[in-house]
C-alpha cells in the first residue's frame, strides 16, 4: 500500500497514477470516506475523554448532584456507543478502498493501456528456423508418452495433467541448473510452504485484487490459501522485522504454484501451458530504497544469463503501466519463442515492488541516520517449468522427433544429449 500522508496532500497525483494503470479506482469516493473518518476520531476521541474525567469526577460528587450526572453519562455513552459503531463500518470500506490504491510508477516504466502495448526493449537470437514442419509440445509429448493429460483431467479435472519418464528428468536438470546459476550469485536457497494465512496474501498485495484467481483450503476451519507464487511465503518470511540491509537479503525459492486461471476458460487449453498447479523457480530480494532499481536490474540479468544459456530464442519487454498489477512499479518480462504458435510467449516476470509489500507487512531498515525506513521487495519468475520445457521441445524437436538437450542442462542430465 502507498502512504497516506501523500494520499490525502497530492490526490492530483494519485488520479494521475490510477489513469496511467488504466484503473477505475474512485479516489474522490475514498477521499469523501478518509474525511469522514477522520472526523469521527475526533468526535470519539472528545467524547471518551470526556467520559473519563466525568467517571473520575462522580464518585467526589454530592448526592444531590450524582443522579443528573450519571444520567448525562449515560446518554454520553449511547452516543459514544452510535458512533463507534459508524467508525467501525467507516473503517470497513476506508480499507476497502484504500487497498485498492495501486503503486507508483516508476518514471522508466512503459506508459499504455494493454499487454498488446508492452514495449519490446530488445532480443535474442532470432526466430528457430527448421527444414521441417515442426510439431507442437503437447503431439511430441503424448508420443514419448512424456505428457499424460488425459489421466490428469481424469484424477483432478480439467488443466491438470501428468508429467513422465524424461520429461520429469528435464524438469529436475532445470531446477538444478537454475539454482546452480542464482547460488554462485549469493542468493540464498529456500524451500518455502505452499498453503499461507490470509495475512500473507493481504500482506504481498494478492488480496483483495487476486482472490478469485487463487484456492483457499477447508474455508470453513482453515485460513489458509495455495500460493499462486513463492513470492508469497518467501516475502512474508521477514514480516514485521527490523532487517539488516547493508547487503541485500536475497532467495531463490521452488515450490509448486496453484492458480484457478478464472476467466482464462477457452485460451490454450492444449498442452502445458496454462494449468492449474505447476512449479518455479523465483527469486525474491529485500533492499535498502535506493538500491532498489540497481537491484532490478541485476535480476532481470541474471534471467536473461540463464535464459540465454539454454539457447532459447526471446524478447525483453517493458510491461506498460496497463498490465501491471497494483504493487509492481515496474516489471520486465522475457518472452521465448514458442514455434507450434509462432509466437512470442511469457516465460520469466522481474518486479519492483518498492515498498508497497514492505508497508503491509511491516518489513524495516535503519537507515543511516537510524531512522526506520520500509524495505523494498524484488521478485523474479526465473524459469516457470511447464512454459520453459515447451520452449525447449519446440525448439530443440528434432526431425526424427526427439529433443536435444542444451549443453549447459547436459550435466544435469548424466551426460545425455538427447531425448
Request: with cysteine.
Amino acid at each position: 500500500m502507498i502512504d497516506i500522508k501523500i494520499v490525502r496532500n497530492n490526490p492530483e497525483l494519485i488520479k494521475d497514477n490510477i489513469a496511467k494503470r488504466n484503473l477505475s479506482v474512485d479516489l474522490d469516493a475514498f477521499l469523501d470516506i478518509d474525511t469522514q473518518k477522520l472526523e469521527l476520531i475526533i468526535k470519539t476521541d472528545e467524547l471518551r475523554a470526556t467520559k473519563n474525567k466525568v467517571s473520575k469526577e462522580i464518585p467526589t460528587m454530592s448526592a444531590e448532584d450524582r443522579p443528573a450526572k450519571i444520567a448525562e453519562m449515560k446518554a454520553l455513552w449511547e452516543e459514544l456507543d452510535t458512533l463507534e459503531a459508524k467508525q467501525r463500518e467507516i473503517e470497513e470500506t476506508w480499507k476497502d478502498l484504500y487497498y485498492k490504491l495501486p503503486n507508483f510508477l516508476d518514471p522508466t516504466a512503459a506508459i499504455w493501456d494493454t499487454d498488446e502495448d508492452n514495449a519490446v526493449k530488445q532480443t535474442y537470437l532470432e526466430p528457430t528456423q527448421f527444414d521441417f514442419i515442426p510439431k507442437p509440445h503437447y503431439e511430441i509429448g503424448e508420443q514419448k508418452g512424456w505428457i499424460d493429460i488425459e489421466k490428469g483431467s481424469e484424477v483432478s479435472g480439467s488443466r491438470f495433467w501428468y508429467l513422465k519418464w524424461d520429461l520429469v528428468l528435464l524438469q529436475f536438470a532445470l531446477i538444478q541448473y537454475a539454482m546452480s546459476v542464482l547460488t554462485s550469485k549469493g542468493f540464498a536457497p529456500i524451500l518455502p510452504p505452499v498453503l499461507v494465512k490470509e495475512k500473507a496474501m493481504f500482506g504481498t498485495g494478492f488480496f483483495p485484487a487476486w482472490e478469485d484467481g487463487l484456492y483457499r483450503v477447508n474455508p470453513e476451519e482453515d485460513d489458509l490459501h495455495l500460493v499462486g507464487t513463492s513470492e508469497v511465503p518467501v516475502t512474508s518470511y521477514h514480516g514485521w522485522e527490523t532487517l539488516d540491509l547493508e547487503t541485500p537479503k536475497m532467495y531463490a525459492a521452488y515450490s509448486s504454484c496453484f492458480r484457478r486461471e478464472a476467466g482464462s476458460a477457452g485460451k490454450d487449453t492444449r498442452g502445458i501451458l496454462r494449468g492449474h498447479q505447476f512449479d518455479k523457480v523465483e527469486m525474491v530480494v529485500f533492499c535498502k530504497a535506493d538500491e532498489s532499481q540497481k537491484m532490478h536490474d541485476m535480476m532481470i540479468g541474471i534471467e536473461e544469463e540463464i535464459w540465454q544459456g539454454l539457447g532459447i530464442p526471446y524478447q525483453k519487454v517493458n510491461v506498460c503501466s496497463g498490465d501491471l498489477g497494483n504493487p509492481a512499479m515496474k516489471k520486465y518480462d522475457l518472452e521465448a519463442w514458442m514455434p507450434a504458435q509462432e509466437k512470442y510467449r511469457e516465460v520469466t516476470s522481474c518486479s519492483n515492488v518498492g515498498e508497497y509489500q514492505s508497508r503491509r507487512l511491516g518489513i524495516k531498515y535503519k537507515d543511516e541516520n537510524g531512522k526506520s525506513q520500509y524495505a523494498h521487495t524484488l521478485n523474479g519468475t526465473v524459469i516457470a517449468m511447464s512454459r520453459c520445457m515447451i520452449a525447449l521441445i519446440e525448439n530443440y524437436q528434432t526431425a526424427e522427433g526427439n529433443v536435444a538437450i542444451p549443453e549447459v542442462l547436459q550435466a544435469f542430465m548424466g551426460g545425455r544429449k538427447e531425448i
